[in-house]
């Protein structure tokens, strides 16, 4: 049975810092017919659901602890059973969203291997310290979060976030992958590691 990869958009606000914005989140789904992953837990649980259907879920991945990634994490956590991961580097801002609650920790390296495929565990930090990518070599994908998106990195404007060490994070880890690699990001449109890799110095530029 081949793997497949589901994509459900849930919209809601993102609030940090004081402020709050309206945003649609990308959720992506990863497994086959029997079982998956959920990558980020953003608004609304109905949706996700939906789109899971009867399939076993053996986690539910955040990218990151922004509020918006996470809303829905423990309400899926409660319909599927399966154990919520996040890098440890972002309890504070899980802590702000789901105070108490617990969740197992994501590892850089780690490999969570479902329907066919395995998903590779990259800590890039900078969006925030906590901040994880997902490489599926096989399917030639990478889930990105908030770290890299069509046209350049994720923000480093509040807190918890650095744009030296998000550069960096994408520098030394996503852009190596080979150029083909589809990216599916966070938010908005999809692109490759060979579209972005150019405007690096462009990113840098801007940034600065």
């Known amino acids: ?50 789109a899971v259907g009867d399939r076993t879920v053996k986690a539910i991945v955040l990218t990151h602890g922004h509020n ?8 899926l956590a409660a319909a599927t059973g399966a154990p919520i991961l996040l890098h440890p580097g972002d309890d504070m801002l899980w802590e702000q969203t789901h105070p108490g609650v617990a969740h197992d920790n994501l590892a850089d390296g780690q490999e969570i291997a479902v329907g066919g495929t395995v998903l590779h565990v990259i800590n890039t930090p900078g969006h925030s310290p906590g901040s994880s ?14 770290t890299l998106f069509a046209g ?22 996503l852009l190596p992958l080979p150029p083909e690699t589809v990216v599916h990001t966070g938010h908005g449109d999809s692109t490759t590691i060979g579209d972005e890799a150019p405007q690096r110095a462009e990113w840098i530029k801007r940034g600065r």
């Open 152 to 173: 350049g990195p994720g923000a480093t404007g509040r807190s918890f976030s650095s744009f030296d060490d998000i550069i960096d994070s994408i520098t030394d880890k």
């Open 68 to 75: 918006d990634h996470v809303t829905v994490a423990p309400e």
């Open 133 to 146: 990518v997902l490489h599926a070599p096989d399917l030639g994908v990478l889930f990105s979060g908030d």
């Open 1 to 50: 049975m081949a793997p497949r990869i589901d994509h459900v958009v849930t919209s809601g606000t993102f609030s940090l810092d004081g402020g709050t914005w309206d945003v649609d989140n990308n959720i992506w789904i990863v497994g086959d017919d029997d079982e998956c992953v959920i990558i980020d837990a953003a608004h609304s649980a109905a949706p996700i659901l939906e």
